[in-house]
């Protein structure tokens, strides 16, 4: 008897068969995985986002209300770490498994009193004596939005935004940042929301030192009974100052000294202070001043670092400023002078001290640096000025009389190269009578203005402070990596069984800061 011939073209379909189940095996693993994933990107846990309001109002109660108080889950919860096994080409696939990009960047806020924070913005009618400064707590300290750009600033992403509020734009902003923790044993870096410039800046003037201090013992005092003091003793610890250095570093009891205390309270000599100006002590950091452009998303930033590549500008240099006739040293009378006396169309002033001062308007501010090819940046009454950020960003090439203006403060920020971006006159010079800005400024070839337009163009998203809402790196990025890198190294110093706090607030140390960013070799040509 024959045997019965099989089909071939049936062992054919179940071959195929069985190759079709297993991809759609395979395909349900895959989802499966992926499903599990997706909810904790990267092992991280979203943070919830806070709204960003461009609505004008001005009942004082209304601003206040939107500071609200810092709230965010945690972003690494114990269910985080739990495995979920899957078995795939005999291997274990785990949430433990998958790298957290927060490492070593965890960042916890302390929940301060409010009288520390946002009960000093229920006084903003006095946070300066001269000024209402309440229309600057609008849109999360960025102040009111720019409602006629008169074609010279981009139609949006631009504020009246006042200098003094760092302090609370840098807390709104800090929502989102992405590495955020609610357990303090998880962060590397304690952020202190401790308004100190705007407190210290209600008794300036006409107070004694107790007032002055007040805020500043009771915070220290507070820090000492958390827990999270215990860990590093502060060294951890930062804090954001919306003034300069000089207003907290006040060393004696006497009246008639200025500014405060903070800075040489025992607490706040382990903590690091970020301020718009730091002094020479090591446990603080300069930070760009705010200025005008706050955008919301890096095309923005791109379309207007564009347009001040490419403006033609009509004069070689520009000063906005006043003299100060009464300041021992100051240089700005003979600046002023000398720009006066340029040329027709070398120099271009802007009179801060006129009637009508359009010096804190910020259309009138770009549409002068927008035009000039160099923006003269003296000592006012300290070392740095707003005006030097406001000339980066208006592609205005920046001109120094001070290594203390710029080279040894913005040192997380500005190239080692001076020269590639910046021109330095020393003050000694202009004060001697020995210079002329004009003939200076004049030696540099198109070309060469040309390249350095270039370099300080790169710079503008380093030195902005975005919309809370964007996620591009600006100057608060900038700021919290080096912090958090910071204290890092205090933790290794301190796991080697060494003393952390040696040099950790040492003064004197204008040269070591100049050296780290302008390199030993062009030190001395600063002085």
């Known amino acids: 008897m024959e045997k019965p ?31 599990v994933l997706s909810g904790v990107k990267n092992g991280v846990f979203p943070l919830v986002s806070q709204s960003f309001s461009g609505s004008q109002k001005t009942h004082n109660a209304t601003q206040l209300a939107a500071i609200d108080e ?37 960042i916890y806020v302390h929940r301060l009193p409010t009288r520390f924070n946002k009960g000093v913005l229920r006084d903003c009618r006095n946070l300066i004596k001269w000024f209402n400064m309440c229309p600057s707590l609008m849109n999360s ?17 631009w504020f009246e935004t006042n200098q003094f509020m760092l302090e609370l734009i840098f807390h709104q902003r800090i929502k989102q940042y992405k590495c955020l923790t609610n357990d303090s044993s998880m962060a590397s870096a304690v952020y202190v929301p401790f308004y100190a410039g705007l407190d210290v800046g209600r008794y300036l003037w006409g107070y004694n030192t107790s007032v002055r201090d007040s805020a500043a013992y009771g915070v220290a005092d507070w820090l000492r009974k958390q ?24 060393q004696t009891n006497n009246e008639s000294e200025w500014g405060s205390k903070l800075m040489n309270l025992p607490e706040f000599m382990n903590i690091t202070m970020l301020s718009i100006e730091s002094s020479s002590w090591s446990n603080e950091f300069a930070i760009p001043y705010p200025t005008y452009f706050h955008p919301l998303r890096n095309i923005n930033v791109v379309h207007w670092q564009k347009r001040t590549r490419t403006r033609k500008r ?70 740095t000025r707003r005006s030097t950020f406001d000339s980066i960003i208006s592609g205005c090439i920046p001109v120094f009389f001070h290594p203390y203006s710029a080279y040894a403060q913005y040192i997380w920020y500005f190239p080692k190269n001076y020269t590639k971006y910046s021109v330095y006159i020393p003050q000694n010079d202009i004060k001697n009578g020995n210079v002329s800005i004009n003939r200076v400024l004049s030696r540099f070839s ?46 290794e110093v301190m796991k080697e069984g060494k003393d952390p706090s040696v040099d950790f607030a040492a003064g004197n140390q204008w040269k070591l800061k100049l050296a780290g960013i302008v390199g030993d070799q062009a030190l001395e040509t600063l002085f």
């Not at 071959?15 to 189940?21: D, G």
């Open 5 to 35: 011939i099989v089909n071939g073209s049936h062992c054919h379909n179940q071959l195929w068969f069985i190759i079709r189940a297993s991809f759609v095996f395979c395909l349900v693993l895959l989802c499966l995985d992926y499903s």
């Open 70 to 106: 810092i709230s965010v889950p945690n972003p690494i919860s114990n269910d985080a770490h739990r495995d979920f096994p899957f078995r795939e080409n005999n291997y274990n696939i785990t949430l433990a498994n998958v790298t957290d990009p927060c490492s070593g960047k965890y």
């Open 141 to 157: 300290g960025f102040g009111p939005k720019v409602v006629k750009p008169q074609g010279v600033l981009s139609r949006k992403n």
């Open 227 to 250: 827990h999270e003091w215990n860990r590093m003793f502060g060294q951890d610890h930062f804090f954001v100052a919306g003034r300069i250095a000089w207003d907290f570093r006040r």
């Open 314 to 383: 009509r004069y070689l240099f520009c000063f906005a400023g006043a003299p100060r006739p009464t300041m021992k040293g100051s240089i700005r009378g003979e600046i002023i002078n000398q720009c006066l006396s340029a040329p027709n169309r070398t120099c271009k002033f802007l009179d801060c001290k006129a009637e009508g001062n359009k010096c804190d308007t910020p259309v009138e501010v770009i549409k002068v640096f927008r035009d000039c090819n160099f923006c003269l940046q003296p000592p006012g009454d300290s070392y």
């Open 446 to 491: 198109e070309h060469r203005i040309s390249e350095m337009r270039k370099e300080v163009v790169k710079l503008i998203p380093k030195v902005i402070y975005a919309n809370p809402k964007s996620r591009f790196e600006d100057a608060i990025d900038i700021a919290l990596k080096k912090v958090t890198e910071r204290v890092n190294k205090v933790g």
